[in-house]
């Protein structure tokens, strides 16, 4: 059936619109689609009717394949139909604005400020074509001042803001009034909120719209995610089923799953080194492979250079202007550290098509407008099969366009994973995004929110809350610690006047009456919690950026580093303010380090690799990558032994350093660190050991001076899953853990002040508030649920302890493989470099790894031409 026979949807519920208006409107949209050139798609026309009909529901698509519009032009039908006849000509393309336009009738939710203005372009051109009489504005944390004061009063017909924004707007008294028109709430890039904090907040904010107007519509839209269904009854709340009577009240209607043009074609390749090195080391490839990459970027008429770190960014645009130093200005740089006006001189560039290449990070992954790039290249690998395919999207970033993405292998075995996720990505094996629940600090920051602006009642509230999937489990006696927390400060700080922010008034209702209070809390809403932050700035001249006060904690005056592309000298730091100066090329220059660069392999992604391994250990060496690194494979296997599937390899040798024991679960770094450490502890519980310890992506290695007596150790359950918790807790610095994570629940909840712009408190004295919180609560209020939580987060998202659960529960079902080593195999090496790697200077770690390699390829060399006279 094609598009255009899709049978036409009921009337919607309002009644002055008549069903031939509806049709009227549809043709005129459908009649533009075709001045553009287009042709609207069938999931885009569902998407549409879906609306209409009154119902909420998820769109699902790949990027570039029309998803907005399949999201807004049902609404904008509507409005159509709605509008009186324009008695200007219906070609004019000068948009008639009325002095007053409808109130706000659609919420936009974005989750990046980047991609507001972006957003706001591609709504605001159909509105203006079709000369539908609505205001459509953007308000986030990049609004002016003068736009916010102005929609004070009036808020647009179209808002697009972020769930930050949107949680700020609902602490206000009149927000209420102003959205009782509102019938539609846009969560653009759903797939990147589920599954965090921000998630939550829009959970929660969403549920408070819905108690305003039971009938409001709901659609998100979404790409590259494993369990879409999961996603929707996330985005929606919890679903009861209904009969069909019902139908028209939002609150029980059914949910529409829409999937999107699923024919776009992607290319996987990758640059393979002339030569591969059968001991590799992580990072060791390195820039090694830029001339390749250089000579690939200057075939291409346009690309984008994806790394997986902030630090990655800087060092590879370097690297790539040294090349071509002719290309300066033709190729830039773009993370989310960089000042944002040099962000948007950047996106200019590839709307204008300026700009031959741009080095970047996840700050392009998600919907910024840009015209479609010829290649998109990956630097390392992409540690997951749906962030390949999220990036391989923005090349031929239109319906039917052929999307190409080139991966730059920073070591060996970084082919295989590439590989993997090619072959996991044709099968459609994509990572899915946990929802969290009972995020206590989220909530208590909503509560206040709420409090601040119209307050509540408490167990309106509570039900209120209950329909969100984050909070359906919500316990009652966790709601009342919650409520005597926010007016008390709990146990703990019950006799401190600062915590006691919301007063219970005569008539039983939640208010925050204190405008200090008041004020404070607006400035901290949000959930987005990271190193302190300087300002990078010119002694005389622009900013720069910000870069993260751990960093340049390290760092001292007439220090040079490079940032935002450029090499600079630091002068000094002036309060929140590093000043810096340019300077010349120094090798010896630093590259600034942000948190949250250890990004660890998917569980999708390591079942893919084992089962390239599988195959490999097989003789099947099938596609350029696996041909590539078969000689390191061979060598694996003939030196120790190449893990298949259900097998779990442990290697054994003996060197002047101690015993090393290597073991291989595929799990991830995040379990790998976890799992190390408590293997060390239960062995420790036996014999008097001690151990070092290094893990990557695929194992992890203890050393010790003994032999550890690792078989019996297995036999009295080491991987057992028993008493866990209390294992980790006794093997890891767990008070040091715990106090980095309760500073982030610390700020969401509200129990510390980061300060006023302009004078914001220094990361040395958030983390002494909050450490000093976390010890009083630790030795006089124990049972505090935010101390709990923290605890809690830092096993499940520091140690990811489902997954490491899942894995000791193979670790016991699998095959072990024990084997001997006489030297370090390919697989042993790099966890072996990775521990020395803490302990020498990059110097003289480097000149060590290269003579452990030597000597090894001249072993490994010994052993072929042993191997071929015997042939």
Same mark, same amino acid.
């Given at each position: ?14 009644? %002055? ?19 553009? *050139?287009?042709?609207?798609?069938? #999931? ?12 909420? @529901? ?35 393309? %000068? ?71 949107? &949680? ?21 890039? =759903? ?15 969403? +549920? ?28 929606? @709340?919890?679903?009861?089923? $209904? ?35 059968? #001991? ?46 002719? =290309? ?67 090349? *031929?970033? &239109?319906?039917? %366009? ?16 590439? +590989? ?103 400035? $901290? ?35 040079? #580093? ?103 679960? #595929? ?62 807790? !006794? ?47 630790? !030795? ?73 390699? /030597?000597?090894? /390829? ?9 191997? *071929?006279?015997?042939?």
């Amino acid at each position: 059936m094609s598009s255009l026979e899709l049978s036409e949807p009921t009337e919607i519920d309002h009644p %002055k619109v008549s069903a031939n208006k509806i049709a009227t409107a549809r043709r005129q949209v459908v009649d533009w689609f075709q001045q553009q *050139g287009w042709k609207p798609f069938r #999931f885009q026309r569902q998407a549409w009717n879906a609306y209409l009909d009154g119902e909420s @529901g998820l769109i699902h698509a790949s990027t570039g394949t029309g998803k907005t519009l399949a999201a807004w032009m049902g609404v904008v039908i509507e409005g159509l139909a709605e509008q009186k006849t324009l008695k200007s000509s219906s070609s004019s393309k %000068k948009r008639t604005v009325r002095k007053q336009t409808p109130p706000t009738r659609v919420l936009w939710l974005t989750p990046l400020r980047a991609l507001a203005a972006d957003t706001l372009g591609a709504l605001t051109r159909p509105v203006d074509e079709l000369q539908l009489r609505w205001s459509v504005e953007s308000r986030t944390g990049d609004t002016s001042s003068t736009i916010r004061n102005r929609q004070r009063s009036q808020l647009p017909t179209v808002l697009v803001t972020t769930p930050e924004s949107l &949680s700020l707007l609902l602490s206000r008294t009149d927000t209420q009034s102003q959205f009782a028109d509102l019938r539609l709430v846009i969560v653009d890039e =759903w797939h990147e909120l589920l599954g965090t904090k921000r998630g939550v907040q829009t959970e929660l904010c969403l +549920a408070r719209l819905r108690k305003w107007n039971p009938k409001l519509r709901t659609w998100g839209l979404s790409a590259t995610l494993g369990n879409i269904d999961e996603a929707m009854e996330v985005l929606l @709340g919890p679903h009861n089923p $209904s009969s069909i009577e019902n139908k028209k009240d939002n609150s029980a209607a059914s949910r529409v799953l829409i999937s999107g043009v699923k024919s776009k074609k992607i290319t996987v390749d990758s640059l393979i080194p002339d030569t591969i090195d059968r #001991f590799p080391w992580a990072g060791h490839l390195g820039l090694r492979n830029a001339p390749a990459l250089v000579a690939a970027i200057e075939e291409a008429a346009s690309s984008l250079v994806f790394t997986n770190t902030r630090s990655q960014t800087e060092l590879w645009y370097r690297t790539i202007l040294a090349a071509k130093p002719e =290309w300066a200005g033709k190729i830039a740089l773009h993370h989310g550290s960089i000042d944002r006006s040099t962000r948007d001189w950047v996106e200019n560039g590839l709307r204008t098509g300026s700009l031959k290449s741009v080095v970047c990070t996840s700050s392009l992954d998600l919907g910024v407008d840009f015209s479609p790039v010829d290649r998109v290249f990956q630097i390392g690998s992409p540690k997951g099969v749906a962030r390949l395919l999220q990036r391989a999207g923005r090349s *031929g970033h &239109s319906p039917g %366009k052929l999307s190409r993405i080139t991966c730059v292998p920073t070591n060996a075995f970084e082919l295989v994973e590439i +590989a993997a996720a090619r072959e996991a990505m044709e099968e459609g094996h994509l990572e899915g995004r946990t929802p969290l629940t009972n995020s206590l600090d989220v909530l208590t920051q909503h509560a206040i929110s709420i409090a601040v602006g119209s307050g509540f009642d408490s167990f309106d509230l509570l039900n209120e809350v209950r329909n969100t999937y984050a909070c359906q489990s919500l316990s009652d006696e966790q709601w009342a610690w919650i409520l005597d927390f926010i007016t008390s400060g709990g146990d703990a700080l019950r006799a401190y006047p600062d915590y006691h922010k919301v007063i219970v008034d005569e008539e039983g209702f939640y208010r925050v009456t204190d405008q200090q209070i008041a004020r404070r809390h607006r400035l $901290s809403i949000g959930t987005i919690v990271s190193d302190a932050s300087l300002t990078v700035q010119f002694m005389k001249g622009a900013r720069l950026g910000t870069v993260e006060e751990s960093f340049m904690a390290k760092v001292n005056p007439g220090d040079q #580093f490079f940032f935002a592309g450029r090499l600079v000298e630091l002068v000094k730091i002036h309060e929140s303010t590093v000043l810096v100066r340019k300077s010349k090329h120094n090798e010896k220059a630093q590259v600034p380090r942000w948190m949250g660069g250890r990004m660890p392999l998917s569980t999708e992604l390591a079942s893919a690799v084992l089962k390239k391994l599988d195959a490999a250990a097989q003789g099947q060496f099938e596609n350029p990558e696996m041909k590539a690194v078969q000689s390191l494979l061979e060598l694996q296997q003939s030196w120790s032994h190449v893990p298949r599937k259900n097998e779990l390899l442990i290697e054994r040798c003996k060197t002047r350093e101690g015993h090393h024991v290597f073991m291989y679960p #595929f799990a991830g770094r995040l379990v790998h660190e976890g799992l190390s450490s408590l293997f060390a502890y239960r062995i420790s519980q036996r014999v008097p050991i001690t151990f070092s310890m290094s893990n990557n992506d695929y194992g992890f290695e203890l050393l010790s001076s003994s032999e550890a007596p690792l078989e019996e150790a297995i036999l009295n359950g080491l991987f057992d899953a028993d008493s866990i918790d209390e294992d980790i807790s !006794n093997c890891i610095n767990a008070v040091e853990m715990g106090k980095r994570q309760f500073r982030e629940v610390a700020n969401i909840a509200g129990l510390v002040f980061n300060g006023y712009p302009g004078n914001r408190k220094t990361a040395r004295q958030v983390q002494a508030s909050t450490g000093l919180l976390y010890d009083v609560f630790k !030795n006089y209020d124990p049972n505090n649920l935010l101390l709990k939580q923290s605890q809690q987060e830092v096993l499940e998202r520091q140690l990811e302890k489902q997954r490491m659960l899942d894995t000791l529960q193979s670790m016991r079902t699998c095959k072990i493989i024990w084997k001997p080593l006489l030297k370090f195999s390919p697989m042993s090496f790099p966890l072996m470099v990775s521990r020395l790697r803490e302990r020498l200077s990059s110097e003289s770690f480097a000149d060590r790894v290269r003579r452990m390699q /030597e000597s090894l /390829e001249k072993a490994a060399g010994k052993d072929d031409t042993r191997e *071929g006279k015997a042939n």
